[in-house]
Nanobody
Framework: QEQLVESGGGLVQAGDSLRLSCGAS????????MGWFRQAPGKEREFVAA????????YYADSVKGRFTISRDNAKNTVYLQMNTLKPEDTAVYYC????????????????????WGQGTQVTVSP
């Protein structure tokens, strides 16, 4: 069973930046397609960004496109979410997710597709 651990959340002001990290404990990180999702209070969990196992393909929710960047360092078993120009509506618990997949270029925007999840990290953006 893979363990994913998110970090980097916190309380910031609108317009600020944060970088979230998600580390994996296993030795097969390079085989994982990865994703970031978030859940705001009273709302369903929603897709934020995803990246294929070789980093060649990335996808973003329209609400974060141009402000957030997903990246990965397979040597460090870590995926990142750089969040710039944060808005109060970005306030949520952010989760990373992973799934072993054979294709270097595929990932998914669907939370049902992912097998492993972290515990989440809180991001709060004040006006």
């Amino acid at each position: 069973q893979e363990q994913l651990v998110e970090s980097g959340g916190g309380l910031v002001q609108a317009g600020d930046s944060l970088r979230l990290s998600c580390g994996a404990s296993g030795h097969t990180f390079s085989t994982y397609a990865m994703g970031w999702f978030r859940q705001a209070p009273g709302k369903e969990r929603e897709f934020v960004a995803a990246i294929s196992r070789n980093g060649g393909n990335t996808y973003y929710a329209d609400s974060v496109k141009g402000r957030f960047t997903i990246s990965r360092d397979n040597a460090k078993n870590t995926v990142y979410l750089q969040m710039n120009t944060l808005k109060p509506e970005d306030t949520a618990v952010y989760y990373c997710a992973a799934r072993t997949y054979y294709n270097d270029y595929y990932t998914s925007t669907s939370e049902e597709w992912f097998d492993y999840w972290g515990q989440g990290t809180q991001v709060t953006v004040s006006p």
